[in-house]
């Protein structure tokens, strides 16, 4: 049935995609490319994403695609100061899209796009308008849009330097790493438990390409919220740039100390765990 998912009703959310799944094989449904779901205004995205990216009964049978984000550009910037939701879904964003852009004012409707390109400055802008509305936005993620305020590749995961954003009023922040190799397998481990214990549910989102030193694979790596979902693992780089990069959009965290942890990625294979920054830390200082 139609309708807005609450971010607390997880359960029913992997047993409704299992059973579409289940009934498309038996073909008691038509044949299906594409699951849209809605999620209620003020939804947390944390518990949402985890359920797509790392429960087996969605991954056996869907690939997550993108997470699209609408902003009202009329009550954004008081909602932002209620409530922690409307920042926090922008920030997870691979595309977002401002609504009722011809009902705002145009000084209100520059600092909505400002704040936005501070908070996620990775995910692709639309506008959208009662004139020219966006719907392909919401739904193509492979061909152009008129409407886009800023177009990037959607399989690239871009990197820039340290931002300063107006996302400081809730603490959220983008941040951008070219990890240096040799990156391994036992490093993107010990950097995921790492990170998890030491910033728990303040690192946001995680995403990023990194090439495996064993075997030259590239590992497209994601992250919400301190857990760590398995890697989709690819032959080559999906775009020109064949660097390592790693965007982490975190709350009241510094970069340096996400870059502090970074080491941990060329950890050897064989090499005994690292649970925590002192270990690596020491590690280091013996190397």
Same mark, same amino acid.
């Given at each position: 049935?139609?309708?807005c998912?609450?971010? /607390?009703?997880?359960?029913a959310?992997?047993e !409704?995609l299992? %059973? $579409? #799944? ?22 947390d995205?944390?518990?949402?994403l ?5 429960h ?6 869907y ?8 902003v009202d550009?009329?009550?954004f910037?008081a909602?932002r ?5 409307p920042?926090?879904?922008? /920030? ?6 401002? !609504?009722?852009? %011809? $009902? #705002?004012?145009?000084d209100?409707?520059?600092?909505v ?14 506008s ?20 886009r305020?800023r177009?990037?590749?959607?399989a ?15 603490g959220i922040? /983008? ?9 391994t ?5 010990a950097w ?7 910033f728990g549910e303040?690192?946001?989102?995680v ?15 994601q992250?919400v919220?301190?857990?760590f ?14 660097g390592?990069?790693?965007?982490c ?7 340096s ?7 941990a990625?060329n ?18 200082a013996?190397?």
């Amino acid at each position: 049935d139609a309708g807005c998912l609450c971010c /607390a009703n997880t359960g029913a959310l992997h047993e !409704t995609l299992a %059973d $579409l #799944a289940f009934k498309r094989t038996r073909k008691e449904l038509p044949p299906f490319e594409r699951v849209i779901i809605e999620t209620s205004g003020v939804a947390d995205p944390a518990p949402l994403l985890n359920v797509l990216l790392g429960h087996p009964l969605v991954t056996d049978h869907y690939r997550l695609e993108a997470t699209v984000c609408t902003v009202d550009a009329q009550h954004f910037l008081a909602s932002r100061g209620k409530y922690p939701e409307p920042d926090k879904q922008a /920030a997870v964003a691979e595309r977002i899209v401002v !609504t009722k852009g %011809d $009902l #705002a004012r145009q000084d209100v409707l520059a600092s909505v796009f400002s704040i936005l390109q501070d908070l996620n400055p990775h995910a692709e802008l639309f506008s959208s308008t009662a004139e020219a509305p966006a719907v392909a936005s919401l739904f193509s993620f492979h061909e152009g849009n008129g409407n886009r305020a800023r177009k990037k590749s959607p399989a690239s995961i871009a990197t820039r330097g340290p931002l300063q954003p107006h996302g400081r009023a809730t603490g959220i922040r /983008a941040f951008s790493f070219r990890p240096q190799g040799p990156v391994t397998w036992a490093g993107w481990a010990a950097w995921s438990r790492l990170a998890s214990a030491e910033f728990g549910e303040r690192l946001i989102r995680v995403k990023g390409l990194l090439r495996m030193e064993e075997n030259g694979e590239i590992a497209l790596v994601q992250g919400v919220q301190g857990v760590f979902h398995p890697p989709q693992r690819f032959r080559d780089w999906p775009d020109a740039d064949r660097g390592n990069r790693l965007v982490c959009i975190a709350r009241d965290l510094k970069q340096s100390e996400i870059e502090a942890t970074l080491p941990a990625l060329n950890t050897a294979p064989g090499t005994q765990a690292i649970y925590s920054l002192r270990e690596l830390q020491e590690r280091q200082a013996q190397q």
